[in-house]
């Protein structure tokens, strides 16, 4: 079975910076992608970055230029860099992977949750 792990998450100063890790074990087969997702309270969760396989980035607009996705493809660990946090970056922090048992397709890939790890930022 799949499973992913994050850490990294804290409670840090507005201004400050944290790093999540997410390392994904298991029966892996093939990794098409991995992301970052983010829940507030009383808000959906949502999409603050994705990386694929290849190196591919895309940000959320609230995130650009201040955090940075980064992965090792040898040990299927995903990064989240964050720079200059404010207090509305205060969410649970989930890693998602997508695997698949054959091709990269939308209808072949699973997507697969971590438990989330909480980032919590003061003023």
């Known amino acids: 079975q799949v499973q992913l792990v994050e850490s990294g998450g804290g409670s840090v100063q507005a201004g400050g910076s944290l790093k999540l890790s997410c390392v994904v074990s298991?029966?892996?087969?093939?990794?098409?992608?991995m992301g970052w997702y983010r829940q507030a309270p009383g808000k959906e969760r949502e999409l603050v970055s994705t990386?694929?396989?290849?190196?591919?980035?895309n940000y959320a607009d609230s995130v650009k230029g201040r955090f940075t996705i980064s992965q090792d493809n040898v040990k299927n660990t995903m990064y989240l860099q964050m720079n200059s946090l404010a207090t509305e970056d205060t969410a649970v922090y989930y890693c998602a992977a997508w695997l698949s048992s054959g091709g990269c397709s939308y209808g072949n890939r699973n997507r697969y949750w971590g438990q989330g790890t909480q980032v919590t930022v003061s003023s």
């Open positions: 298991g029966n892996i087969f093939s990794r098409c992608g």
């Open positions: 990386i694929t396989s290849d190196g591919t980035t």
